[in-house]
């Protein structure tokens, strides 16, 4: 069955409960002479209750409804939020420096509200000591703490180790403070250069 509801002519009942354009209740009539109301009225006949005994039929502009409920949902879509996972690779041999600028990618994730990936890869000789990179993804949790909390503790995936670390904000709050901390930005640099 179509999402679609049935109207004026494609309605085949032998009577509906009719209800008028501002919502009140006209009663049970003929499905014709609710079709001449409504053509009287110029609005359409919309089943909107097709379970009920009788079915439950509306006066209203359909076309009217149907782009304002179009609106309504794409306003829906348009505030959510979708929540993405970012990788981040590593070696179990990483340099300090190379360590530290991996953690500021992921707290920048972290911060936007992402999830992350971490993978560490493994050669060679290396894959016959993967408590070093258990050691390695235990200090970048640790190290993330305050932001974000291990979703997804540390696993061997062939020659990989990956832990999943999810942020303690939602999108949508992350996506709000960032433009509030933004707009506070523009303010007091508009002040500076009025001054």
Avoid: C
Avoid at 149 to 174: L, T, W, Y
């Amino acid at each position: 069955m179509s999402a679609e509801p049935r109207i004026n002519d494609r309605i085949r009942v032998p009577e509906v409960r009719l209800v008028g354009p501002n919502g009140e209740q006209v009663g049970i009539v003929p499905i014709a002479k609710a079709l001449e109301i409504a053509r009287e009225s110029d609005l359409d006949l919309v089943e909107v209750a097709p379970t009920a005994r009788p079915p439950v039929a509306r006066l209203m502009d359909y076309g009217k409804f149907k782009y304002e409920s179009a609106m309504k949902a794409r306003e829906a879509r348009k505030n959510q939020a979708h929540t993405v996972i970012k990788e981040i690779k590593l070696r179990p041999k990483i340099d300090p420096h190379d360590y530290e600028t991996k953690k500021g990618h992921v707290v920048r994730f972290l911060k936007a509200g992402d999830k992350v990936k971490v993978t560490i890869m493994f050669r060679g000789r290396e894959q016959s000591r993967p408590e070093l990179g258990f050691r390695l993804l235990q200090r970048l949790a640790d190290d993330v703490e305050e932001l974000g909390f291990v979703e997804s503790r540390p696993k061997q995936d062939g020659r990989n180790m990956i832990m999943v670390i999810g942020p303690h904000k939602k999108k949508a709050e992350a996506k709000a403070e960032a433009k509030a901390e933004r707009a506070a930005r523009e303010a007091s640099a508009g002040s500076d250069e009025t001054a």
